[in-house]
C-alpha cells in the first residue's frame, strides 16, 4: 500500500510539475506576443513622427529625420522597402528644379545623407521593385564606397563629377545619364544600359562592363585602364583618347566607333567588332587583334598595330593600299561633339 501511494504521488508532482511548466511557457508566449506587438507600435509611432519631419522647412531637421529613418530599417527589416521609396521620393522632389542655371557642385546635406541611407543599405530582394532615381540632378554626390545601386533607374540623372567607386551598378538604367568626370574606379556595371550615357573624362578603371549594353555613348577622354569590357557593345560609340590599357575587350561591339588617338597597349581585342570604326592614331603597341574584325575600319597613323590574325580588310591605314577596294565602303564614325 506505501508502494502504491508513493507512486501516486510522484504521478501527481510529475502532472503538477508539466502543468507548471506549460504554464510559464504560455505566460512566456503572451508576454513575447506583447513585446513584438508593443515594439512594432513604437516602429510606426518612431516611422510616422520621422516622414512628418522629412516636411519640415529646416534642413537639419529634415537630416535628422532620414537618419532616424535608417536606424528603423535596423529595427525593422520588413519595413526596409518603403523607407527605400520614401527616401528615393525624397531625393526626387528635392534635387534641384530641371530649368535651374546654375546648379550647385553638390546637393545639399539632407539629399547627401538620403543617397547615403540608400547606398549603404542591404542588398534588394530580387523580386524588389528598382530603385527609382531617374532625372535627378545630383552632381557631386559622394556615396559610400561599394554602393548599392543594382538595376536602379538612373536614366537622364545628373551625376557629373559625382563619387561612386565601387558601386554596385549591375544592371543599372543610365540611359542618357551625365556621368562627366565621375569617378566609377572599381564600379560593377555588368549589363548596364548606357545608351547616350555621358562618361567623358570619367575614371572606370578596373570597372566591370562585362554586357553593359550602350549606343552612342560619350566616352572622350574616360580612363578604363585594366577594365573588362567583354562582350560590351560599345557601337557607334565617342571613345576618342580613352585610355584602353590592358583592358578585356574580347567580343566587345565597336562598330562605327570613334576611338581616334585612343591608347589600347596590352589591350585584348580578341574577336572584338571594329568594322568601319575609326582608329586614327591610335596607340595599338601589344595589344591582341587575333580574330578582330576590322572591315572598313580607319587606321591612319595608328602605331604598333599587328594585323595577322585579324579578319575583314582596314579601310585606311596599316598595310593597306592606298587604292584598297573597301576605301568606298569607309563611312565616317560618330559626329563627336
Sequence with gaps: MDLAKQRLHRQVNTWVLIGGVLATVGTLLISAQTLRTSQQGQVTDRYTKATEQLGSDKREVRTAAIYALERIVKDSPRDRQTIRDVLAAFIREHDP???????????????TAALTVLARRPPDPKDAPALDLHNTRLRGATLPEGAHLDSAHLDGADLDGAHLDGA????????????DGADLTGARLTGAHLFRVHLQNSDLKGADLTDADSIDAYFDAANLAHAHLNRA?????????????????????MGRA????????????TSAGLEFSTLRSAYLKKANL????????????????????TQGVPARGVGVPSSSPTEALFERSPQCG
Design 233 to 253: 557593345r560599345l557601337i557607334h560609340a565617342c571613345l576618342r583618347s580613352v585610355f584602353f590599357e590592358d583592358a578585356d575587350l574580347t567580343w566587345a561591339k
Design 97 to 111: 528644379a530641371p530649368k535651374e542655371q546654375n546648379l550647385p557642385d553638390e546637393p545639399d546635406t539632407d539629399v
Design 168 to 179: 554596385h551598378l549591375d544592371g543599372a538604367h543610365l540611359d542618357s545619364a551625365h556621368l
Design 290 to 309: 587575333n580574330h578582330a574584325r576590322l572591315t572598313g575600319a580607319d587606321l591612319s597613323g595608328a602605331y604598333g598595330a599587328d594585323l595577322r590574325g
Design 258 to 269: 570613334d576611338l581616334t588617338n585612343a591608347k589600347m597597349g596590352g589591350a585584348d581585342l
